[in-house]
């Protein structure tokens, strides 16, 4: 994820996601902002992954298809617009963000 992360031009704030509708500011360097940033991504994806199963396969050469639940859509667009809050810009994100489940 390193590749995506994009330095701040000016020096600011790290944003700390304490719970789920609560940030601080932290002041810190651009290599620990990465970190911690990436942790913060994986600590979200960790919390919510029941909601955001893999996509399904194609299952037709199956004799027995199993149920499949799709991806929480609100979810997904969170874990992009944190990252994106977090310094983390792609393709994948930017698409994310304008597939508001909104």
């Known amino acids: 994820m390193k590749h995506m992360f994009v330095v701040p031009e000016e020096e600011e704030d790290c944003l700390i996601q304490t719970s789920e509708s609560t940030i601080r500011h932290h002041r810190t360097d651009n290599t620990e902002r990465l970190d911690l940033g990436y942790r913060q991504i994986w600590l979200y994806a960790m919390r919510h992954y029941p909601l955001m199963p893999p996509d399904p396969k194609s299952d037709d050469d199956l004799l027995a298809k199993p149920n499949r639940t ?21 393709p ?6 304008k597939e508001s489940p909104d």
Do not use: C, H, P, T
């Not at 991806?71 to 810009?89: K, N, P, Q, T, V």
């Not at 994948?92 to 963000?97: A, H, V």
């Open 70 to 90: 799709k991806a929480d859509e609100r979810a997904i667009y969170d874990m992009a617009e944190l990252a994106s809050r977090l310094g983390f810009y792609s």
């Open 92 to 97: 994948e994100i930017e698409r994310l963000l």
